[in-house]
């Protein structure tokens, strides 16, 4: 994993085969600690993922970027950007927004 500063190259996330529900809480994790506007690459090997990565997005304000050229071997990577304000979701249940 690689991290780095906004505007510069991408941070670098291996969810490795992990399914939606660890995939979102790491996710969730390591962007509220990145700046806004910085540029994640998510390299998942979860079929679905790029559909909850779009609707994932979509609920928090993060911006889904869709699938990036394959540096990363056979594995599938997708993008995201971090947003200003990101709308939080549940402590245990990232796919569900906090009310």
């Known amino acids: 994993m690689t991290d780095t500063d906004a505007g510069s190259t991408p941070v670098v ?3 490795g085969d ?3 529900v660890r ?3 790491e996710l969730r994790g390591r962007l509220a ?3 806004a506007g910085t540029i994640v690459h998510l390299i998942a090997a979860d079929p679905a993922a790029p559909l909850d990565l779009a609707a994932w997005c979509h609920m928090t304000g993060h911006v889904y ?3 990036v050229p394959p540096p990363y071997g056979s594995t599938p990577a997708y993008g995201l950007r971090v947003a ?4 939080p ?5 990232p796919w569900r927004p906090r009310t």
């Open 23 to 25: 995939l979102l809480l």
């Open 84 to 87: 200003v304000a990101p709308r």
């Open 89 to 93: 979701t549940q402590p245990d249940s």
């Open 13 to 15: 996330i291996d969810g």
């Open 18 to 20: 992990r399914a939606c």
């Open 65 to 67: 970027l869709g699938p």
């Open 33 to 35: 600690v990145l700046p």
